[in-house]
């Protein structure tokens, strides 16, 4: 993986904390931990031959997991882990894996499995404190989660903490920076969790807590002008999510007009919004930006479709065809101009770190790693390599190093905290047919809500919020008139992740404002109603 086109290679600007997954659900705190504590780190699934590493980690993590190590087909670290002469800490499964290398004996089943908190005394019988625990009292809260445990310490180890139920709780070697930890640190419920991740890391691996957004910056820039070289041209398509603005602006710093900003009106964005990312594009930020209205063939198309999945792939479709015409055009502007005088050699992406873990994260030991495509069907001389080269700036960044990094390249923060929008928009955030006349209803009433989210201090405390149109008729009376309207359903979730969501607990004033406003001023509009659903069994969006 390292080394792949497209990839921001921070691991070799910045000292890094290799983490091997063996697939435990916690794996990627790992990394986050490490990273709030400014150190960088990578994961890499636990089948990586250390051989083809691209770069030499400072220390190396072995993950927990779900498998038992003694079992036939779990799976093993590449043994060469031993030879690169730098600390390892295993968690868990880690810890028994290391141990079950020294000797297979070493490992077994549990009489009976620990799972949740556990009272840690972290000193050895000698009553030295291990300089892992540097820092902390000598009695913690750990996190458990085991059913194996270690029968005996393994050759050349030493505790440095016991438990009630586990007398290995942590272990070192006498002579090598090598420890393994049956409990979680990196849980918040492991009470100095993080201290201990920081302990080894800076303390014991040596690593510079330099991880910052602002260094990052300096690195990817030099990293991006060494990849696209002083003529190299790069195109891409942007939406005015935080995502592709953030990655745009980034490209801007680096190659200037050189990079290529496409957006393309699909009649289905938010009120005004066109205009908005044509001003924070290309007059706050001076990105080359080439916006394209083609909402009336896209609004013309969504005629008579009232499948959600058949309204997402007309839209993806009718994307490419547009984006794929307009890239002609500016390749061949590109190639003819003398100040620019390449040809466009790169199409950029706004994948983010989470989407890479995604794809490298260990699924068991026959199945195989899945590639991953965040691609959503762009044409594929534009990722495959052959045509155009993919260049991934924001590859090594979660999502708040995103919006960090969007504060240090001077984006404003309204914008840095946007929602996320999907890309076929308010086209399903109206329920069945799409029509200009719903698209503005929609548009309105969402613009209502957002403005009233944002007036109350509310957004920064909502994941995603919208306005969407139920096109059943319900009655009303409207100036002594009997009317029939449509509904307008109002969505707003919290979540950290977007796999699981609540509905916003809104004050009932608030929500009774912004249903007056939205039946008096949406033409066509006369009932609101606030959707609780949570997700699951709900969906954030709603179809
Ligand atoms: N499956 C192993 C056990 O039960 C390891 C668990 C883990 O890594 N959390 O002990």
Redesign the pocket.
Known sequence: MSGEPGEAMAHQAFDTILVLD?G?Q?THLITRRLRELNVFSEMLPCTQKLSELKFTPKGIIL???????YEEGSPHVDPAVFDLNVPILG????M?ELAYRLNPDNVIA?TH?EYGHASLKARSVDGHVDRLFDGIEDSMRVWM?????LAALPEGFHTVATSDNSEYAAIGHESKHIYGLQF?PEVTHTENGTTLLKNFAVGICGCKQDWTMQKFLEEAIAQIRQKVGEKGQVLAAVSGGVDSTVAAALMKEAIGSRFWAVLVNNGVMRLNECEQVHRDLSEALGINLTVIDASKEFLDGLKGIDDPEKKRKFIGGKFIDIFEAEAEKIEAAAASDPAKAGKIGFFMQGTLYPDVIESLSFKGPSATIKTHHNVGGLPARMTNGQGLQLIEPLRSLYKDEVRALGRALGIREELVMRHPFPGPGIAVRILGEVSPEKVEMARQADHIFISEIRKAGLYNQISQAYAALDPSRAVGVMGDKRVYGYIIVLRAVTTTDYMTAEAFNFPWEFLQRVMNRIVNEVHGVCRVVYDVTSKPPGTIELE
């Open positions: 063996f435990s916690y993950s927990g997991g779900p498998y038992s190590v968690i868990c499964y880690g028994q549990g499995r989660s085991h059913g194996d445990k979680h």
